[in-house]
């Protein structure tokens, strides 16, 4: 594997900005290049875990019978793949319990209907819920998406074994990442920060965010209101 290169300074390349807006101060000029600085190791940050993820090992070969409905008729995991060798499959909480989808998963794939056919030109794309699939197509319907293949989990087996039920049965939200080469399928990546891996202060969350809606919101003054989450209509 050939050397990395060397990087310049991140403080030498944001010392090249010249960007400058009207009547801003040299206190704000000279704040605003220190965060640039910090903003391009952020980005060096999540392109060095971006390739330490790639790299990782083969994952666990999946084996089990999982059996889903899907829009058009009875479906497998290997099926859901098409003709891609690399499937993403969101677990949205919509189980059988719930009168409503969780509208934090809801917002979620809000963002991802409108890139999906970006994402399928590259991978293919599932979204699994425990909750039949009559009431996911019309979720799907009532949200005028139109490009999120929706699945049901006929069994609640595969959401058990890759952790899309709580011990106490409740759903949870699930972000996986499955291989195929032939008829193999192997598990490749998943989500794991939970309660566990939070910090003070903050909601249990992974990095990157998998929604835009926070990406944005870290942007502004405020920040992320720890008092307020997305809802299904306002």
């Known amino acids: 594997m050939p050397d ?4 310049a300074p991140a403080a030498e390349l944001a010392a090249r900005n010249t960007t400058r807006f009207p009547n801003e101060s040299a206190e704000y000029r000279a704040a605003r290049n220190a965060l640039l600085a910090e903003e391009i190791e952020l980005r060096r940050h999540l392109e060095r875990v971006a390739a330490q993820r790639r790299a990782l090992p083969p994952g666990g070969e ?4 999982y059996r889903f409905m899907g829009e ?7 099926d859901m793949f098409g003709d891609r ?5 969101y677990s949205w909480m919509f189980g059988p319990q719930r009168e409503r ?5 809801t917002n979620l794939l809000n963002a991802w209907d409108g890139v999906a056919p970006d994402i399928r030109q590259n991978v293919a794309l599932a979204v699994v819920g ?3 699939i009559a009431r996911q197509i019309a979720a799907k319907v009532e949200r005028g998406w139109r490009h ?3 699945y049901a989990d006929l069994d609640d087996a595969f959401s058990r074994d890759f952790h899309a039920i ?4 409740s759903d949870m939200p699930g972000f996986n990442v499955f291989t195929k080469s032939g008829d193999v399928v192997r598990h490749f990546y998943s989500g794991e920060m939970g309660g566990d891996q939070a910090d003070p202060g903050q909601d249990p969350r992974g990095a990157p965010d998998l929604s835009p809606l926070w990406t944005v919101l870290d942007m502004t003054p405020a920040g992320r209101r720890p008092d307020w989450y997305p809802k299904l209509s306002y």
């Open 72 to 78: 058009n008729g009875a479906a497998s995991l290997a």
């Open 130 to 132: 425990r909750a039949p």
């Open 166 to 169: 709580a011990p106490d049965g």
């Open 62 to 65: 999946v084996t089990a019978d």
């Open 101 to 105: 989808p969780c509208p934090m998963c």
């Open 148 to 150: 999120l293949p929706m």
């Open 4 to 7: 990395a290169p060397t990087l």
């Open 85 to 89: 060798d690399t499937l993403v499959l």
